[in-house]
């Protein structure tokens, strides 16, 4: 045999033990305990081999007697001293359970987040981020994690968005990413911290646009920055995120369950922006007595939402500011008896 013929057939060889190997999982049934199924070895032989096997199976009989702690212990000593077995992933998933069941959270994503950086390829890995999006959605839901699975610590709501980061880096590509992200936006909202939440809102946007949940991103995204509007006297700048936000919905979007709350918050948001125009062309008209500039800002209330009150309000300002350019008295309002003319005195302007 040619020694390129032989080196194809060793890869081959390679290949299908590698498939094999895999391909193993680990089964438990009461009267045989552990075995292995679908794969060629345990990783493991001779003496190592039974003494996992012999660690497993005491600390499995532990778990089912309800001894939780026992069986801790025994996963623990597996996975510390066969870390290369197919038992050592197992074992930390059983870990896991263990700490979660006895509420101890923490020690029980840790376990988790152990068993997915060492075994990626575990054929648990999406029962593995389930748990974990479970413990950092009764966190952030208030639960409190148990120290010694007796005494209850403080409620944790900052460690439950840094899990829901940990499981969007995990497995950025499964259903509970996008879900954790808008976890993350719901928990920094709770916290205050809304600029946070924005960013959430945002990533989940831009990296699952096609995503179940991306129109509720949308509507929350506009919200969260209507929440930002000081309102008409101060920057607009929200408003304008708040509007663009909340038109982009409505586009995106038309048949959505929330096209009514959008309708109301694009709505609100229109006006907001119309009256800060409408302070500016005040302000210019009454005290600068600069009638081409409120002439300006009365046309900017107008056209950011022609349909308003606001816009009736500035089309009747227009027609004074019109009068005033053109030299010409402003006409006097109906119903409504001309003043007379004040004394003429001095005037202290503060603009």
């Known amino acids: 045999m040619s020694r390129p013929t032989f080196s194809v057939l060793f890869a081959v060889v390679i290949a299908l033990f590698g498939a094999a190997r895999l391909s193993a999982d680990l089964v438990w049934t009461p009267g045989q305990g552990w075995r292995v199924e679908g794969g060629a070895l345990a990783g493991l032989s001779g003496e190592d081999g039974r003494n996992a096997l012999e660690l497993m199976n005491n600390a499995r009989a532990a778990e089912e007697k309800g001894s939780a702690r026992s069986a801790i212990k025994g996963y623990q000593k597996v996975s510390k001293k066969y870390p290369n077995s197919i038992y050592a992933g197992e074992a930390l998933y059983r870990t896991g359970l263990l700490y979660e069941k006895r509420k101890e959270y923490f020690k ?47 409620k944790n709501r900052e460690r439950a968005l840094e899990y829901f980061e940990q499981i969007v880096r995990n497995a950025p590509y499964s259903d509970y990413a996008p879900l954790s992200l808008m976890n993350v936006a719901r928990g920094h909202q709770r916290m205050g911290n809304t600029e946070e939440a924005i960013d959430a809102l945002d990533r989940m946007i831009n990296n699952y646009p096609k995503n179940v949940l991306t129109p509720d991103a949308y509507l929350k995204l506009a919200q969260t920055h209507a929440s930002l509007v000081e309102g008409a006297y101060y920057d607009q700048a929200s408003t304008k995120e708040a509007i663009t936000y909340f ?100 005037r202290f302007w503060l603009f």
């Open 108 to 154: 029980a994503f840790e376990s988790f987040q152990e068993m997915l950086m060492k075994y990626p390829n575990s054929q648990k890995f999406s029962q593995v981020v389930a748990e974990q999006y479970r413990i950092a959605q009764l966190l952030l839901d208030g639960a409190r994690s148990y120290m010694w699975g007796v005494i209850p610590g403080f």
């Open 247 to 346: 038109e982009d919905y409505l586009i995106q979007f038309p048949g959505d369950s929330g096209a009514g709350t959008a309708e109301k918050g694009l709505a609100d948001m229109k006006t907001m922006l119309a009256q800060s125009k409408m302070i500016l062309a005040d302000y210019y008209y009454k005290y600068r007595k600069n009638y081409t500039a409120a002439k300006v800002f009365y046309n900017e209330a107008i056209t950011t939402y022609p349909d308003s009150p606001v816009a009736a309000r500035a089309r009747k300002m227009l027609t004074d500011v019109d009068a005033h350019l053109a030299g010409q008295p402003a006409p006097a309002a109906k119903d409504e008896k001309q003043p007379a003319a004040p004394k003429k005195k001095k």
